[in-house]
């Protein structure tokens, strides 16, 4: 059994609380792509951990984690996040992180700094954790993998062959430090004695779990609209969070997936740059950002906001091929006298869509056309079942169920474990 859990937006729609609540039946919970630009956060007992690297079902005996081939991997980072686990006595004992995962390096981080300062008022707004530079090395097939990090002679010589040019750029195009072989030997190789027994042919863990009938859980990062490929390129991370990510970040088949579950929120957020049709610059967009405690879990930065975007959801459920949906965060919306929800773009030259544009500047410059639904006053963060729920809340889940197309089947309505309910 395989199940793919996938953002469907900007990301930070609430994937690792979810995760989390699915992981107590999962055997293994596998991320795919992303690295420690992801922010996932659960909740653990009377505290709130936030996991970069690390899979959300870490919080249960019975799930191996495993970091699998397509996740970019700071070694300094999933090291500290081990310690920080093991100091909140959660075992990282079973983890397991693929040979073939690429490894972030210092002059990764500086370039994606660098690059983003001159790109100026056109920046990314990237995490500046040196993902797209990773991922770069990735594509030019000039990365350090996890395997080359564990043998002290093939490292040496990897990191001498990429500062040739690493530095030649960071020097001549950028005006910034250089590195030296020694240096990065020095601070990276004794995070190899620690990752060494961790490190796994994770493909063939999977496929053999798939095979003994084991309950196999994805935890994408980032989300649909920050998909290399399905995104609002350029402003996207460089990896696939969507449904489809998840074989290539892995090694198991697509005939293997059983489930692929879209979280959204129900409003939308975003942090960096970029288009975002729905959102807002007024008091409602303070309120939900308020409300919803919408500052980044990695950056800190205070996150957009604006109203759902079923345009966007539309189209999220067929590029993931989406099976089932949980909206998180319906709570934060308590008190707002109407619940908008955009429903087609109007166009710069007047014509109105339904579905997602192909083109990036009428993303840019279209304007959102909503429906409006009645808002309410309830406090429903106790509401353990549907039918609890205020009328208007449970007509605005069905409405929304109507316009996006597919079987919303869970609905969160506070941050901790038990805040949240099925839908039949
Ligand atoms: P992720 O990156 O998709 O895992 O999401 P983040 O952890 O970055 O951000 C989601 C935030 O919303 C976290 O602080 C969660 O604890 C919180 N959260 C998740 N679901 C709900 C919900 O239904 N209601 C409320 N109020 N908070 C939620
Ligand atoms: P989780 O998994 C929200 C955004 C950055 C920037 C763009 C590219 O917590 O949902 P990158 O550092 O990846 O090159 O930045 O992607 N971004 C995220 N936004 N949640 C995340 O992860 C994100 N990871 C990257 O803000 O706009
Ligand atoms: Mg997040």
Same mark, same amino acid.
């Given at each position: 059994?395989?199940?793919?859990?996938?953002?469907?937006?900007?990301?930070?729609?609430?994937?690792?609380?979810?995760?989390?609540?699915?992981?107590?039946?999962?055997?293994?919970?596998?991320?795919?792509?992303?690295? =420690?630009?992801?922010?996932?956060?659960?909740?653990?007992?009377?505290?709130?951990?936030?996991?970069?690297?690390? %899979?959300?079902?870490?919080? +249960?005996?019975?799930?191996?984690?495993?970091?699998?081939?397509?996740?970019?991997? =700071?070694?300094?980072?999933?090291?500290?996040? &081990?310690? &920080?686990?093991?100091?909140?006595?959660?075992?990282?004992?079973?983890?397991?992180?693929?040979?073939?995962?690429?490894?972030?390096?210092?002059?990764?981080?500086?370039?994606?700094?660098?690059?983003?300062?001159?790109?100026?008022?056109?920046?990314?707004?990237? !995490?500046?954790?040196?993902?797209? %530079?990773?991922?770069?090395?990735?594509?030019?097939?000039?990365?350090?993998?996890?395997?080359?990090?564990?043998?002290?002679? #093939?490292?040496?010589?990897?990191?001498?062959?990429?500062?040739?040019?690493?530095?030649?750029?960071?020097?001549?195009?950028?005006?910034?430090?250089?590195?030296?072989?020694?240096?990065?030997?020095?601070?990276?190789?004794?995070?190899?004695?620690?990752?060494? %027994?961790?490190?796994?042919?994770?493909?063939?863990?999977?496929? @053999?779990?798939?095979?003994?009938?084991?309950?196999?859980?994805?935890?994408?990062?980032?989300?649909?609209?920050?998909?290399? @490929?399905?995104?609002?390129?350029?402003?996207?991370?460089?990896?696939? %969070?969507?449904?489809?990510?998840?074989?290539?970040?892995?090694?198991?088949?697509?005939?293997?997936?059983?489930?692929?579950?879209?979280?959204?929120?129900?409003? !939308?957020?975003?942090?960096?740059?970029?288009?975002?049709?729905?959102?807002?610059?007024?008091?409602?967009?303070?309120?939900?950002?308020?409300?919803?405690?919408?500052?980044?879990?990695? !950056?800190? $930065?205070?996150?957009?906001?604006?109203?759902?975007?079923?345009?966007?959801?539309?189209?999220?459920? $067929?590029?993931?091929?989406?099976?089932?949906?949980?909206?998180?965060?319906? @709570?934060?919306?308590?008190?707002?006298?109407?619940?908008?929800?955009?429903?087609?773009?109007?166009?710069?030259?007047?014509?109105?869509?339904?579905?997602?544009?192909?083109?990036?500047?009428?993303? #840019?410059?279209?304007?959102?056309?909503?429906?409006?639904?009645?808002?309410?006053?309830?406090?429903?963060? =106790?509401?353990?079942?549907?039918?609890?729920?205020?009328?208007?809340?449970?007509? +605005?889940?069905?409405?929304?169920?109507?316009?996006?197309?597919?079987?919303?089947? &869970?609905?969160?309505?506070?941050?901790?474990?038990?805040?949240?309910?099925?839908?039949?």
């Amino acid at each position: 059994m395989l199940t793919a859990v996938t953002g469907i937006n900007w990301g930070d729609e609430g994937k690792g609380r979810v995760i989390d609540l699915l992981a107590e039946h999962a055997d293994v919970v596998a991320r795919y792509q992303g690295g =420690n630009n992801a922010g996932h956060t659960v909740i653990h007992g009377d505290k709130k951990l936030a996991l970069h690297l690390i %899979p959300s079902g870490i919080m +249960y005996e019975k799930a191996v984690p495993v970091i699998g081939n397509g996740v970019v991997v =700071n070694p300094q980072v999933l090291v500290e996040e &081990m310690r &920080m686990l093991e100091g909140e006595g959660l075992s990282c004992d079973r983890l397991k992180i693929s040979c073939d995962a690429h490894v972030i390096m210092p002059y990764h981080i500086e370039l994606d700094k660098a690059s983003e300062f001159r790109l100026g008022k056109n920046e990314i707004g990237t !995490t500046n954790r040196g993902i797209g %530079p990773c991922y770069q090395d990735k594509a030019a097939r000039s990365g350090i993998r996890i395997q080359d990090l564990l043998d002290e002679h #093939v490292f040496r010589m990897k990191v001498e062959a990429a500062l040739e040019v690493k530095n030649a750029i960071l020097e001549k195009v950028y005006g910034k430090r250089t590195f030296t072989v020694d240096e990065i030997c020095e601070a990276y190789l004794p995070f190899a004695e620690i990752i060494r %027994p961790h490190m796994a042919e994770t493909a063939q863990l999977l496929n @053999d779990a798939l095979r003994e009938g084991k309950h196999i859980l994805f935890e994408g990062a980032q989300g649909t609209l920050l998909d290399l @490929d399905m995104g609002t390129y350029p402003y996207v991370t460089s990896s696939h %969070p969507v449904a489809g990510g998840c074989c290539i970040g892995s090694g198991v088949g697509p005939t293997a997936i059983n489930e692929i579950m879209g979280i959204f929120k129900s409003y !939308t957020t975003r942090v960096g740059e970029g288009p975002f049709p729905t959102e807002l610059f007024d008091e409602t967009g303070d309120y939900i950002r308020n409300a919803g405690g919408e500052f980044g879990t990695v !950056t800190g $930065r205070p996150r957009r906001t604006g109203w759902f975007d079923a345009v966007v959801a539309r189209y999220a459920v $067929r590029v993931n091929g989406l099976t089932d949906v949980v909206i998180n965060k319906i @709570d934060p919306l308590r008190g707002l006298p109407k619940l908008k929800v955009c429903v087609a773009y109007k166009l710069k030259n007047g014509e109105t869509v339904t579905e997602f544009p192909a083109n990036f500047m009428d993303l #840019v410059d279209c304007e959102p056309v909503y429906e409006e639904f009645d808002g309410f006053d309830e406090d429903i963060t =106790n509401c353990r079942s549907f039918e609890e729920l205020p009328a208007t809340v449970q007509s +605005y889940i069905k409405e929304l169920e109507r316009i996006i197309e597919c079987p919303i089947t &869970m609905l969160g309505v506070g941050p901790a474990r038990d805040q949240v309910m099925t839908i039949k």
